[in-house]
């Protein structure tokens, strides 16, 4: 079976780092981009970046560049986003998403991580 | 950067009834790139059309997508209980994702 099965909710402090995680099983893990997709509290959905495992290769939402990290390890069929100093602001729900070669859209998701920051 | 505008914000419709939902691109866009997901409470999105047109794996064909240029369109013909949702497009262009606000299909 394909899934995607993402880290569990984390409850973090200001200022804290963080890294999540998205494991790939069923697939050729290096073959398909993994995106990220952020959704705050009560809103829809915005897409945050995408790496290529297969060669790193990585892309960003212009917001989100600098703020966030997204990375793989090819050897685990995992994917990551970090943050070095959370804000508040950062309070969401994250997916990850696979996206398949020669297609656009997302066509796996994974169950979402709830990240909550507060003091 | 390509806006994604979905209207209405939120249908109310019954079970049997048809539900149109639009997607309006502040560009024209090629349909090649355009997909449609719902997202039901406390679940992560599933994809339900992409290419505009064509249904995903498992999809049933009360739902089906249509348009081009600037304008889509997703139908579902005959609304099944389990429908009513959150319904988003998606755009792909110059190496961004762009989703549409959602449109909230209640009861």
């Known amino acids: ?30 073959s398909y981009w993994i995106g990220w997709v952020r959704q705050m509290p009560g809103k829809g ?5 995408i790496v290529y495992p297969g060669d790193s290769d990585t892309r960003y939402r212009s917001s989100f560049q600098g703020q966030v990290t997204i990375s793989a390890d090819k050897s685990i069929s995992t994917a990551y986003l970090q943050w070095s100093s959370l804000k508040a602001s950062d309070t969401a729900i994250y ?15 994974g169950q979402g991580t709830t990240v909550t920051v507060s003091s | 950067d390509i806006v994604l505008t979905q209207s209405p914000g939120t ?3 019954s079970p049997g009834e048809r539900a149109t939902l639009s997607c309006r691109a502040s ?31 498992g999809i049933p064909d009360r739902f089906s997508g249509s348009g081009s240029g600037t304008d ?23 190496s961004l994702y762009t989703f549409g606000q959602g449109t909230k299909l209640e009861i």
């Open chain 1, 45 to 49: 959905l915005e897409w945050m970046g």
């Open chain 2, 11 to 13: 249908l109310s419709l």
């Open chain 2, 72 to 94: 889509f369109t997703l139908t579902i013909s005959r609304l099944e209980p389990e429908d009513f949702a959150v319904y988003y497009c998606q755009h792909y262009g110059s």
């Open chain 1, 1 to 30: 079976e394909v899934q995607l099965v993402q880290s569990g909710a984390e409850v973090k402090k200001p200022g804290e780092s963080l890294k999540i995680s998205c494991e790939a099983s069923g697939y050729s893990f290096t």
């Open chain 2, 27 to 57: 560009q024209r866009v090629s349909s090649s790139y355009l997909a449609w997901y719902h997202q039901k409470p406390g679940q992560a999105p599933r994809l339900l059309i992409y290419g505009a047109s064509t249904r995903a794996p």
């Open chain 1, 95 to 109: 997916y990850c998403a696979r996206r398949p070669p020669g297609f656009y859209g997302f066509d796996i998701w």
